[in-house]
């Protein structure tokens, strides 16, 4: 009988297959931002044939840097419908970053190796956790530019390669853009110190004649899309804030656990100090003072900046992987040794796979549920929501009400209407607010008494929620289970879960 050798590339291609098990089990095993994304790339799909949703909603072209889902949901939806639409680009955004990692490798090395396989640790990050689908896919994409890159040599076929290529990469997120033209650059500026670029009279004609304009149409719808951040919300959070800084050590391995991610990342750190100060391993040539810089950028990049959060949790993953496409075994890292690593690793994988598959299975779960209770609501209806306090712990998040746009073609108040070709219609400006923090039952309280204002910028309203009896027509309340609900209002309970109350205003409603 003949064994299959057990290589890299086969496991690689194990793990593949159980990421892709998890996205087929629960197609809606994320949270957080996902479903807001979801819900505007389904507008663009179904607008033209939907008129509840032409009365809430219209496209409008600007030039936008963060758009992965909404080159493939309209469209594909078309074909497999929203959700599964949205479960290959969450199939895509969990795989291609480690998947990268190995081409990588196999630039920097001429094989895939051992250690490559680092960076399927970071499968289930804080970019996931987020659900960040865009600019994680755009980051796999990113650090496969960065491998072509590498293996093209300076000159005025890898300036036309590269232009299409970076304008490419900058409709899909612009954070990995400059993910890749910082690492791009990085390397160059190694490669001159190594005395590979000529004098600094060439170096900086390359840089400036040949290596610019690669960047160049990037560069130029990058500038573009910056003159709209003014649609953004500025002072979402300070400049540089460490408290969130501190994160960025768990960030890599993040994904609703904290002990699981810091486990995961406590192994990572600890590996990598013992291996470089022992000497287990050597870095491809260069790729170690690239490594280097690229750590030195995740140390300094800010928290927020033009009204953007979480910056600091972005470079954490492709870091990893990175460091692990970059090195190789010493003959300091003898057998025994490496086998020990080998167990260690495979028992934390385990542990991240597993609490990956809870996560994603508690997520797709209440996900249905919601799903199951919007189907109590007509078509077209105005909802927005409300949570029992601040710190609930909760899939949902401020954007589960997204849903809603999706199941039953509502306007909800807080749509990514300010990073997307979707608008609202002039008549719903005073309604809307991307990216809107959560009611609480006191803020319910004065927002009801409080007389509807128009918008002040003609893009949205703080006071989307003003006198909300009168003009919305449900409200979705997410609670903790001990919570009995709200009273006092103009409200009637229209279904109820442990965590989720829908709620009619109206003609229905009985003060409480």
């Given at each position: 009988m003949t064994h299959l050798a057990v290589t890299p590339a086969r496991v690689a291609l194990l793990l593949a297959g159980l990421v892709t098990l998890l996205v087929i089990l629960w197609p809606l095993g994320l949270g957080r931002d996902y479903m807001n994304h979801l819900a505007r790339t389904h507008i663009e799909g179904h607008l033209g044939?939907?008129?509840a949703l032409q009365q809430y909603y219209a496209l409008s072209f600007d030039f936008i840097p963060d758009l992965t889902m909404d080159l493939i949901v309209p469209w594909l939806s078309q074909l497999i419908g929203t959700?599964?639409?949205?479960?290959?680009?969450?199939?895509?955004?969990?795989?291609?970053?480690?998947?990268?990692?190995?081409?990588?490798a196999k630039t920097l090395h001429g094989k895939?190796?051992?250690?490559?396989?680092?960076?399927?640790?970071?499968?289930?990050?804080?970019n996931m956790d987020w659900g960040f689908v865009n600019?994680?896919?755009?980051?796999g994409l990113a650090l496969l530019t960065l491998a072509l890159w590498i293996r093209t040599s300076a000159g005025w076929k890898r300036t036309l390669l590269f232009a299409p290529i970076s304008l490419f990469l900058v409709i899909n997120h612009a954070l990995a853009f400059l993910m890749f033209g910082f690492l791009a650059f990085s390397w160059e500026v190694i490669s001159y110190f190594k005395h590979q670029r000529g004098s600094l009279t060439a170096f900086v004609r390359q840089c400036?004649?040949?290596?610019?304009?690669?960047?160049?149409?990037?560069?130029?719808y990058l500038l573009m899309s910056v003159q709209g951040a003014s649609d953004l919300q500025q002072g979402v959070d300070p400049l540089y804030?460490?408290?969130?800084?501190?994160?960025?050590?768990?960030?890599?391995?993040e994904f609703g656990s904290l002990p699981v991610a810091f486990l995961a990342a406590f192994a990572l750190v600890g590996f990598s100090w013992l291996a470089i100060r022992s000497q287990w391993v050597s870095f491809a040539e260069k790729?170690?003072?690239?490594?280097?810089?690229?750590?030195?950028?995740?140390?300094?990049?800010?928290?927020?900046?033009?009204?953007?959060?979480?910056?600091?949790?972005?470079?954490?993953?492709?870091l990893v992987i990175l460091f692990g496409a970059a090195i190789v075994p010493s003959t300091a890292f003898t057998t025994r040794l490496q086998q020990r690593t080998l167990v260690v690793f495979a028992c934390i994988g385990a542990v991240v796979f597993t609490n990956g598959a809870l996560q994603m299975a508690k997520i797709d779960s209440d996900w249905r549920n919601l799903q199951a209770m919007l189907q109590n609501v007509p078509e077209g209806p105005k909802i927005f929501s409300a949570y029992s306090r601040e710190d609930i712990e909760t899939a949902f998040t401020m954007h589960a009400v997204s849903m809603a746009v999706i199941e039953r073609s509502a306007f909800v108040p807080n749509l990514f209407t300010n990073t997307s070709p979707v608008d609202v219609v002039l008549g719903m400006v005073d309604l809307h607010m991307p990216q809107a923090y959560p009611l609480l039952p006191e803020a319910l309280s004065a927002r009801a008494a409080a007389p509807p204002q128009p918008s002040t910028n003609g893009y949205w309203s703080t006071a989307y929620a003003n006198g909300w009896p009168e003009t919305w027509d449900y409200l979705l309340y997410f609670k903790s289970s001990?919570?009995?609900?709200?009273?006092?209002?103009?409200?009637?309970?229209?279904?109820?879960?442990?965590?989720?109350?829908?709620?009619?205003?109206?003609?229905?409603?009985?003060?409480g």
């Open positions: 044939g939907d008129p959700y599964t639409a949205g479960a290959v680009t969450i199939w895509m955004a969990f795989l291609l970053p480690p998947v990268a990692g190995l081409v990588l895939v190796t051992w250690l490559s396989l680092l960076g399927f640790l970071t499968l289930f990050n804080a600019y994680s896919i755009a980051s400036v004649f040949v290596d610019l304009p690669a960047m160049a149409l990037g560069l130029a804030n460490l408290g969130q800084k501190a994160r960025t050590l768990s960030a890599a391995t790729s170690g003072w690239l490594c280097t810089a690229f750590l030195a950028l995740v140390i300094l990049i800010p928290t927020a900046v033009f009204g953007i959060w979480g910056l600091q949790l972005r470079y954490a993953a492709p001990d919570d009995p609900g709200l009273s006092g209002f103009p409200i009637c309970e229209v279904d109820a879960s442990e965590t989720v109350i829908l709620y009619k205003t109206g003609p229905c409603a009985t003060t």
